[in-house]
């Protein structure tokens, strides 16, 4: 008699089957519900953001030039607890409690600022509190993702992850808009609701995430927990990470990574671009926000499942090309309504084939023992591009003009995308094919 | 833990959560209904009949969230009596028979309107501004308004820097006039052209047209004195935020930045004769536009209190009235 000694091997198989026939790859119940936590605290995070700069204008006492040195520290210093998250999670083999505490912290924060005093003291350290809870998550709820889906499926699988991810930054707006719309300056309000909506977040992952372990692989309510897990090596030293992490593949997606970003304006830049050319309202900043957030969301389970079959690094290098077509829009002389439609829905474009692919290209990469680590190091690398980004596009602007700064990035943008297909090239032999 | 138990704890906490996100909406949604009689419209129209002086300003009652942010009038005395009136604002001017509140209006996203009304507290005209209301200030012959907002995304620089648009307002048709941005702006002779200025807190001078305000540029601040049928402004002092021309048209009373980086305001008031600069007695880092009493005491918010301090640097900063903000005094 033949038996079936894995059911849930079999069962996994036959989904993988028939997800290849019918609608593509399947992703793993686990990477829905980290999807669905990020939604939840997405949400949360966004109706925060939303109303901070109102509450601290208007309540605390604010002084814009301390803000922006202040803000730079905080940056930095979430960037670097990334780091020390990702290999901690790595080490312990516990990325989910290591996402727990990032998690649990950001809840925190807004049941913190709904109870805090109105000192910009107070305010400030919850807003670091909140950005170092960003930076600890980040690296090993990516790291979840990856080592939950099968290696042929990673676009998809981080795809999902942001689409949700995605819908809940733009319900966030729309909460705090129509909590202060029903009560007017009800901030007090919108930090109780965006700390309850935190903590269904939190739940969704301390309650309903399994923990990524061979162990796990038991039925959960007749489905099965596609959480596959290869043995791993003993516990990783921080040595042993870094030479791991320190591969030529790995290296030339670091470096390239980092020149991308470099070179890559920020969309606040693109929006006050848009905004300088075509004298819009500053009240459509919020429409534009969301004009590209949609096609984001749109097409980043699609473009996730393209990079799978034909090569993350080359939908990597054309979400890029994409980028540079922005850049040109900017300044071609287009009509008003055309140029923004356009604008955006490139830029959505962009997003969806740069965000979770590249998550998923270093994911391919780096081998699953120090994964959180090598997910926070691009993490870092590339936030911290971002941060230079932003001071160059500013002083070039300030210097000379808009059209000017976005010269100089479309030309480094193209110095950037020639280095990466080159080292993607020249280290290309592992990289991993689908169909 | 079983799955099934992780199930039943994981619905308890989204009942809980909702719960409390609902109740926290309902009860703060109760505070939209206002209170004030409509009797107290006359309040304003009666003080000026008996030519009596008022002080117009926010009430901050926390204990009676229906009534915050409500206008309220009382008279010039620490503890006189308030009359609530049917209008809520974030920041009230009121002059010549003109007033001008800052309330949030019914658009989506950042939308303000700056409502001006009359002294029966009837609306007169509204103009929709953007961004969270900072300051507003009605010209001494009740003809011309500004307001300051703070518009959040609006800087070049960074995520988290923020910038400032001030309109000039014709209050009799209720209309825009200009914003600050497009006048034409000298420094030393120079015009300023970057793209970094940011103007805020006009005050008006008794004589027609001219006015005082906050630039700044490249991180410093400077006070400018401007005609509105110009277009121009010229910085005229170093380190001058909020500027509040006195009564007698002398002096300006204003906040200027102290301490290591400017991280703090000090109260000052700078003699436009002799641009002399005497600190005020309040050591604390006020934040607001502050208003003249009378020529020798001015008025400012500080902490949801209004207080007062002699304007020529002797005394103690005191009380005026807790509770309150966004003091107007009003006579006739």
Redesign the interface.
């Given at each position: 008699m033949y038996q079936v000694s894995d059911a849930s091997s079999l069962l996994r198989a036959r989904r993988r089957l028939l997800g290849r026939d019918t609608s593509g790859p399947q992703v793993s119940r686990t990477v829905v519900l980290l999807g669905l936590t990020s939604l939840f605290t997405d949400i949360a995070a966004e109706m925060v953001v939303t109303v901070l700069p109102l509450y601290l204008v208007y309540v605390g006492q604010f002084s814009p030039v301390a803000f922006g040195f202040v803000d730079g520290i905080q940056r930095g210093a979430a960037a670097l607890v990334g780091l020390a998250s990702g290999f901690i999670g790595d080490r312990s083999k516990r990325h989910k409690e290591v996402a727990a505490v990032g998690y649990g912290l950001s809840a925190f924060v807004k049941l913190g600022l709904a109870t805090a005093s109105t000192a910009l003291s107070a305010i400030s350290a919850l807003v670091l509190l909140d950005r170092i809870g960003k930076g600890i998550r980040t690296a090993p709820r990516d790291a979840m993702i990856s080592i939950c889906t099968p290696k042929e499926d990673l676009g998809a699988a981080f795809g999902v992850h942001r689409a949700l991810d995605t819908i809940g930054a733009m319900l966030g707006p729309l909460f705090a808009f129509a909590i202060l719309a029903i009560a007017a300056n009800a901030f007090t309000t919108v930090f109780v609701v965006a700390f309850c909506i935190a903590l269904i977040g939190f739940g969704i992952l301390v309650l309903l995430v399994p923990q990524p372990a061979p162990e796990n692989e038991a039925e959960v309510e007749g489905k099965v927990v596609e959480c596959e897990r290869e043995p791993v090596r003993e516990r990783v030293s921080l040595r042993e990470a870094v030479l791991v992490i320190g591969t030529p593949r790995f290296r030339a997606l670091l470096i390239a990574a980092g020149a991308l970003a470099l070179a890559t304006a920020s969309d606040a830049f693109i929006f006050l671009v848009l905004q300088d050319k075509l004298d819009l309202s500053l009240g459509l900043f919020p429409l534009l926000f969301v004009g590209m957030t949609c096609v984001y969301m749109l097409l980043a389970v699609p473009v996730g499942r393209i990079a799978d079959r034909i090569g993350r690094g080359r939908v990597l290098l054309c979400g890029y090309a994409l980028l540079l077509c922005v850049y040109g829009t900017l300044l071609a002389p287009l009509d008003g309504t055309l140029l923004v439609a356009l604008a955006l829905a490139l830029m959505g474009a962009f997003y969806a084939a740069t965000d979770g692919v590249l998550a998923a290209f270093a994911s391919g990469i780096v081998p699953e023992a120090v994964r959180g680590s090598g997910l926070a190091l691009i993490n870092t690398a590339t936030g911290v591009m971002k941060l230079l980004s932003s001071i160059a596009f500013g002083a070039i602007w300030t210097l000379t003009s808009t059209d000017t700064a976005i010269l100089v990035f479309g030309a480094a943008l193209l110095v950037a995308m020639g280095l990466a297909a080159w080292s993607f090239l020249r280290t290309r032999e592992d990289e991993v094919h689908v169909g | 833990m079983s799955?099934?138990r992780?199930?039943q704890?994981?619905g308890a906490?989204?009942a809980a959560?909702?719960a409390?996100?609902v109740v926290?909406?309902v009860?703060?949604?109760g505070?939209?209904g206002t209170t004030a009689s409509t009797a107290a419209r006359d309040v304003l129209i009666a003080a000026r009949d008996d030519d009596a002086p008022r002080l117009v300003f926010r009430n901050l009652d926390r204990a009676k969230p229906q009534s915050f942010?409500q206008i309220a009038v009382a008279g010039l005395s620490p503890d006189a009596t308030r009359t609530l009136v049917q209008l809520?604002c974030?920041r009230v001017y009121f002059d010549a028979g003109s007033g001008i509140c800052l309330?949030?209006g019914?658009?989506?996203?950042?939308?303000y309107r700056a409502r001006i009304f009359g002294a029966d507290f009837k609306l007169r005209g509204q103009v929709d501004v953007?961004?969270?209301?900072?300051r507003a200030r009605i010209s001494p012959d009740g003809t011309l308004g500004s307001v300051t907002l703070?518009?959040?995304?609006?800087?070049?620089?960074?995520?988290?820097?923020?910038?400032t648009t001030t309109t000039l307002i014709d209050v009799s048709r209720g209309k825009k006039i200009a914003q600050l941005e497009d006048f034409t702006t000298t420094r030393a002779g120079r015009k300023v052209t970057?793209?970094?200025v940011n103007y805020w807190g006009v005050t008006f001078a008794r004589e027609r047209d001219r006015f005082y305000a906050t630039l700044t540029t490249g991180?410093r601040f400077y006070l400018v004195e401007g005609s509105v049928s110009g277009r121009t402004m010229k910085t005229i002092h170093p380190n001058v935020e909020c500027p509040s021309l006195s009564p007698d048209q002398t002096r300006i009373a204003y906040k200027k930045r102290v301490g290591p980086?400017?991280?703090r305001w000090r109260l000052h008031v700078l003699n436009l004769a002799t641009m002399r600069e005497t600190a005020l007695a309040e050591t604390r880092?006020v934040?607001d536009q502050v208003e003249w009493l009378d020529d020798d005491h001015v008025l400012y918010g500080f902490n949801e209190s209004v207080w007062t301090v002699p304007a020529g640097g002797s005394g103690r900063p005191q009380r005026y009235a807790a509770q309150a903000d966004s003091p107007t005094v009003v006579r006739w």
């Open positions: - | 799955a099934k992780r199930m704890l994981f906490l989204v959560c909702v409390a996100g926290a909406v009860v703060a949604a505070g939209v942010g809520k974030e309330a949030r019914t658009a989506f996203a950042s939308g953007e961004g969270v209301p900072s703070f518009v959040s995304g609006h800087s070049y620089a960074d995520v988290g820097g923020f910038s970057s793209p970094d991180g980086g400017g991280n880092s934040d």
